[in-house]
């Protein structure tokens, strides 16, 4: 009974190879047969004996690298799959390619996002990278790769796949937003305490300044790593155009006052007549402190300032608006 079953299939099988295509030949017959079977080791070795008989033919690679994708065996998968999207003749066999090299593509950034929901970054690169193995010219796979890398606070890792998604579609303004964010981060994680790159921070604010300069809290941020490296003119520059869109941010106007007496302080001795002209910028943005949120420790400033431009008038004045707050209790 065993004989006479393994004739029937053998008969079936050879009627197959003989309307099979690839020129009918048995070996790539054979090869697909085993690979529906999942019998891989077969179908790889059909299909290399297919290749070899017919080294330019599409359908050979093609079904070639399908067997190597589902057995994980991925850079020989991308290979033969994207050699035989070069050997296809038409249109047909071109979309059947590019259809295959998709759906292994798709099947990997599937289970990539299903371990984001989880919350298992580290799994879902390793997904990811799948993906970019059989595709590495597929820029939301990049994305993706990006994604869970900054997930995990690999900043560098995720700036560089985002960077490379966008060379693949530089028009792409998703992308763009994506890599804008890992720099902002990138630059939020050199300023962090312990860390203390302001200069480094400055470098990843700069790419953003450079191609998008209405960033969100942009202004704020590099006038802050400016005046935190005691760059005081730039502190100032940076703070002054974002003031000119928050003109009640008490933070931003707190350091304008420190940046300009800062300046002031250091040339005093050398040119008195600018280091006074910085010192009323200082007046000025204190004067704009108090009208937002009035404590004595601004009154107690513009004493000193007066005292040192020998306006003892005004400085009294201060003195009178600290002691009626001491009063009150504010």
């Not at 990811?128 to 059989?134: G, L």
């Not at 993706?144 to 960077?163: C, F, M, R, T, V």
């Not at 010192?279 to 108090?290: C, N, R, S």
Request: glycine content about 6%.
């Amino acid at each position: 009974m065993n004989v006479t079953r393994t004739a029937v299939a053998l008969l079936a099988l050879a009627a197959f190879v003989l309307v099979g295509g690839c020129g009918g030949d048995p070996a790539f017959t054979a090869g697909k047969v085993y690979l529906q079977q999942k019998d891989y080791e077969n179908a790889v070795e059909q299909l290399k004996t297919a290749i070899k008989n017919a080294p330019d033919h599409w359908e050979p690679h093609m079904w070639l690298g399908r067997t190597y994708a589902e057995t994980d065996r991925l850079e020989e998968a991308s290979e033969h799959l994207h050699l035989a999207l070069g050997l296809a003749p038409d249109e047909k066999a071109v979309a059947e390619c590019r259809n295959a090299i998709s759906y292994f593509t798709q099947m990997f950034r599937n289970e990539g996002n299903n371990k984001m929901e989880a919350a298992q970054y580290e799994m879902a690169l390793a997904e990811y990278e799948k993906a970019i193995v059989i595709d590495p010219h597929n820029a939301n796979s990049l994305v993706n790769l990006g994604a869970a890398y900054q997930n995990i606070g690999d900043y560098d890792a995720a700036i560089a796949a985002y960077e490379e998604a966008q060379q693949l579609e530089p028009e792409n303004d998703d992308i763009l937003g994506y890599l804008l964010d890992a720099y902002s981060f990138k630059a939020g994680s050199l300023a962090s305490p312990g860390v203390e790159d302001y200069e480094g921070a400055i470098d990843y604010y700069e790419r953003i300044e450079g191609v998008a300069p209405d960033f969100p809290d942009l202004l704020f941020n590099l006038g802050n790593m400016h005046y935190l490296s005691e760059h005081w003119r730039k502190a100032i520059d940076y703070f002054e155009k974002h003031l000119n869109e928050d003109p009640e941010d008490t933070d931003a106007l707190s350091r304008v006052y420190y940046s300009y007496w800062k300046l002031a302080e250091q040339i005093w001795d050398l040119d008195e007549v600018l280091a006074t002209e910085y010192y009323e910028k200082v007046i000025e943005a204190v004067i704009k402190l108090i009208d937002v949120d009035d404590t004595i420790s601004y009154h107690r400033m513009l004493v000193r300032i007066y005292n040192k431009l020998d306006r003892p008038e005004e400085a009294q004045a201060e003195l009178e608006q600290i002691r009626m707050l001491l009063e009150t209790g504010e």
